[in-house]
């Protein structure tokens, strides 16, 4: 097996109840040489999606960064995405509620039809080819929010919604972290544990990436986290994009 991943050094926490992004305050960390840190904020004034999205982060939710620097070439660094995404899950399940994960990272909660988005992750790294030098997870968790102070477009939902009352938020947290680490450290794991919540497996997929359009029956994931797509013409593999799930014909 493996390049060596472990890293069993104790993390410490910097909380704040209010800053811009936990993402920018990690990054900056990582910068002065720290590592091993999580950024835990009550409320972002500045917190960033992917794509330079804005992502409003109001007080109650769980807006968390953790900046470790793993040994491992810069392309493996998107299974730690995919394991944010199964700890995350993990801990929503073990509150009650039935989260699944739609590749490649977003945590989503079905509404007959529809999938409403529960958290938002958002990896930087910097790094050489053959090394990262350090990476930051960003994890966005609409805990204990109203999903009506939440812009309408991204279709939220949150913690405290779907359970009808508040999350226990320091437990979830734990939990959240827990997951993480262990899995972090075990990244040979993580695909078999995403594969039991994912919801895009089986599913006719359409994915954009930033080069073409792909379109077939999403079958599997693959190492360090490409979606594999049986499509008309073929085995198609893809490892970034946006992925919506179409409805059988
Ligand atoms: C997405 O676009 O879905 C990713 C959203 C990531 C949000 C989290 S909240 C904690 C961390 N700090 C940020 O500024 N962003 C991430």
């Known amino acids: 097996s493996a390049v060596e991943y472990g890293l069993d050094a104790p993390f410490s926490v910097e909380y704040h109840d209010s800053i811009p992004s936990t993402n920018a305050r990690a990054r900056d960390l990582a910068g002065e040489g720290t590592s091993n840190v999580v950024v835990l904020a009550d409320e972002q004034t500045g917190g960033r999606g992917r794509l330079d999205r804005d992502w409003h982060s109001p007080s109650g939710g769980v807006w968390l960064s ?50 409403r988005k529960l958290v938002g992750i958002l990896t930087e790294m910097e790094g050489e080819a053959d090394r990262v030098s350090w990476v930051v997870v960003g994890i966005g968790v609409n805990a204990n929010v109203d999903p009506a102070d939440l812009p309408d477009e991204a279709n939220p939902t949150s913690l405290s919604a779907e359970r009808g009352e508040p999350v226990d938020r320091r437990l979830f947290t734990q939990r959240l972290l827990e997951e993480f680490h262990a899995l972090r450290q075990d990244p040979e794991s993580v695909l078999d544990a995403w594969r039991e919540y994912a919801t895009t497996l089986g599913k006719q997929v359409r994915v954009e990436t930033p080069s073409r359009t792909v379109e077939g029956e999403a079958v599997d994931i693959q190492f360090p986290g490409a979606l594999v797509i049986e499509t008309e013409s073929g085995t198609e593999i893809v490892s970034a994009g946006d992925c919506e799930h179409l409805r059988p014909l």
């Open 66 to 115: 953790v900046l470790f620097r793993p040994d491992v070439p810069m392309a493996h660094a998107p299974v730690f995405t995919l394991a944010a995404a199964v700890a995350v899950t993990r801990a929503a399940r073990e509150a009650g509620v039935e989260a699944g994960i739609k590749w490649p990272n977003d945590v989503l909660v079905r509404h007959g039809d529809t999938e």
